[in-house]
């Protein structure tokens, strides 16, 4: 089976094609100077009929698109319900029927934390589970639940997704959402260098002398023995940690999974987590495994084959 597949971000979007578990082919575009999400959408078709015709293919062989995106989407209507910041004018437009009059195939949209998971469970380290929990850890902290080998939606299209929007700190820093103390507001890429500002020694740390304070430097400095880089580190890593028991505790998962770019510093991340997890989450059932995902950047886009089955 061959699909269309679309993983659009806040600043970019990569556009592909789909063959079971495989890429065939794929193209990256950056999204920074655009001006609202209808001013890309000729962009995607022509890239996406670019690429067909690259790889010698024609619209016929495609079972559908599959679309990844940010925010907050509403996959049974086919429309991007928030996505704050960038995209504002997504919630007014009609995907569905704007890309069957272009491409004329079946569509598809779906949050892209759940791509993601549906991505690792079709094609990555998910494959056999079908109770899992997955966070992605990059700007924010996107979550996804799949039970029952089914994604979990909820009435208003949030249930598993805000997990990065658990309440950690009851009084603590506030959060984009409007929340206080959210894992995100104070673990994530865009909290992490407010928390290092205001840490003890910050300024005389190898930290400061970064050209921004990120989570990959974070880690990186942590390894090289930076004292104030390895204190905040082992901050994000309890906070993760509580993140994640406290998915075990809502979802009843056999599996947790961890994605995003600090991902390349998994063997300091997992096994923390996973300690954690055995010493505090109640599960008398057994151990909940937690792993790094597999897929990279890749695990939104092939999950479009499962998105288009479901």
């Known amino acids: 089976m061959k699909a269309l597949a679309i993983d659009l971000g806040g600043t970019h979007a990569n556009c592909a094609i789909i063959e079971d578990r495989k890429i065939l082919i794929a193209k990256h575009l950056n999204l920074d100077s655009a001006q609202g999400l209808i001013t890309v959408l000729p962009l995607f078709v022509s890239t996406l009929r670019r690429l067909l015709a690259d790889a010698g293919l024609s619209i016929q062989d495609c079972a559908g698109l599959a679309v990844s995106s940010c925010g907050l989407v509403d996959s049974k209507r086919g429309k991007i319900l928030s996505s704050p910041q960038k995209w504002e004018d997504a919630q007014n437009l009609d995907l569905n029927a704007w890309f069957q009059r272009e491409l004329g195939l079946p569509f598809r949209i779906e949050n892209d934390a759940r791509m993601a998971l549906l991505g690792e469970c079709y094609a990555g380290v998910g494959q056999g589970y079908t109770e899992v929990v997955m966070f992605t850890l990059g ?15 909820g009435k208003h299209s949030q249930a598993g997704n ?40 910050f300024q005389n740390s190898l930290l400061a002398k970064e050209p921004q304070v990120s989570l990959e430097a974070l880690f990186r400095l942590a390894a090289q023995g930076d004292r104030v880089s390895e204190e905040i580190e082992k901050r994000c890593l309890r906070i993760w940690a509580a993140t994640a028991v406290g998915g075990v505790h809502a979802f009843d998962p056999e599996l947790i999974i961890f994605g995003g770019g600090v991902m390349k510093s998994a063997d300091r991340i997992i096994p923390f987590i996973q300690e954690y997890v055995i010493a505090h989450a109640w599960a008398p059932w057994g151990k909940v495994q937690v792993r790094a995902a597999a897929l990279g950047n890749d695990a939104g886009l092939l999950g479009a084959i499962p998105l288009l089955h479901s």
């Open 162 to 201: 805000l997990g990065g929007h658990q309440p950690i700190l009851f009084n603590g820093r506030e959060c984009m959402c409007g929340n206080i103390g959210c894992a995100e507001a104070e673990a994530s890429g865009w909290s992490v260098p407010l928390v290092a500002k205001d840490w003890p020694g």
């Open 139 to 153: 700007t924010g902290i996107g979550g996804a639940v799949m039970m029952d080998g089914k994604l979990l939606h």
